[in-house]
């Protein structure tokens, strides 16, 4: 994928071997389709490798993960939205059913595309990377506040999305602070 040609800067590739397959979850994440989380991880780090020098010896995960989330929402802002065709959920089944699990990651990843990009970073970084308010504040480059707000709003609209059956999001109204 992002592996194929000769590079100058000394330790990005073997980085890149190490944290490509997480930064490429989060950039699935983020866009719910595996070809252009491709497309968004392979545009960052190809915007990445020639600061290398610069940023390896920082926190060089967490500049990606702020690239991958600025690319994604400068992405999906150009992009049109018009309609969007979606159907009604089947009804659930009364017996045991074997694929009850993949519809319900099924329609949890639907909610959270459906989630505005601020909100879809805020989920992503925080319970899906599992990243603290402060690291995902510092990542997005706003408030604590605002990671906890906009936190708030994205699982209340994510539990009036999703089927009552889902229940990782607990029957709170807030983020944790951790």
């Given at each position: ?43 960052v ?21 702020r ?21 009604e ?35 992503v ?12 504040a ?31 999001l ?9």
């Amino acid at each position: 994928m992002w592996r194929g040609h000769a590079l100058s800067e000394p330790g990005f590739e073997e980085w890149v071997a190490a944290r490509g397959p997480r930064l490429l979850r989060v950039a699935w994440l983020l866009t719910g389709d595996a070809h252009l989380a491709e497309d968004l991880l392979q545009t960052v780090l190809a915007r990445t490798w020639p600061k290398w020098g610069r940023i390896a010896g920082e926190n060089p995960e967490a500049y990606v993960r702020r690239a991958l989330v600025h690319t994604h929402a400068s992405w999906w802002r150009r992009r049109w939205r018009g309609e969007v065709p979606h159907g009604e959920m089947p009804e659930q089944a009364a017996v045991e059913d074997p694929y009850e699990s993949v519809e319900l990651e099924q329609a949890l990843g639907l909610a959270v595309r459906a989630l505005p990009v601020r909100q879809r970073a805020v989920v992503v970084l925080r319970y899906f990377e599992d990243l603290s308010v402060t690291e995902t504040a510092e990542i997005l480059g706003c408030s604590e506040g605002t990671v906890k707000s906009q936190a708030s709003k994205a699982l209340r609209s994510l539990r009036d999305r999703l089927p009552p059956a889902v229940s990782v999001l607990g029957a709170g109204g807030g983020a944790d602070d951790r």
